[in-house]
Nanobody, 127 residues
Framework: QVHLAESGGGSVEAGGSLRLSCTISVEMSSFCMGWFRQAPGSEREGVAGIDSDGNTVYADSVKGRFTISLDNAKKTLYLQMNSLKPEDTAMYYC??????????????????????WGQGTQVTVSS
């Protein structure tokens, strides 16, 4: 069974930075992992993804500001978020599943392709 646990959320002012972490309970040799977010009243959307080949993908809204990375030794997925904006405010979730096109993370309803989810961590950006 795969368990994911996010941490690192918090409250920051616009222009600030946060780094989210997601610890994974098992080592996955072939996978796709991603960060998703959900604001109140909105659907859960993909933010960034990475696969076991090292391919990455980003939503247009975060390109150039967010960076996804994976430390295999620590079994930890990261999301470095810089130049944060109020519209980045949301609950952030990490997700994982077997290997699939990393583009799925940011596709419409891409969330439906992932079976393992963390409990989420809140990010609040004030103006």
């Amino acid at each position: 069974q795969v368990h994911l646990a996010e941490s690192g959320g918090g409250s920051v002012e616009a222009g600030g930075s946060l780094r989210l972490s997601c610890t994974i309970s098992v080592e996955m040799s072939s996978f796709c992992m991603g960060w998703f977010r959900q604001a109140p009243g909105s659907e859960r959307e993909g933010v960034a993804g990475i696969d076991s080949d090292g391919n990455t993908v980003y939503a247009d809204s975060v390109k150039g500001r967010f960076t996804i990375s994976l430390d295999n030794a620590k079994k930890t997925l990261y999301l470095q978020m810089n130049s944060l904006k109020p519209e980045d405010t949301a609950m952030y979730y990490c997700a994982a599943d077997g290997f699939r096109p990393v583009s799925m993370v940011v596709a419409v309803n891409g969330r439906n392709g992932f079976g393992y989810w963390g409990q989420g961590t809140q990010v609040t950006v004030s103006s």
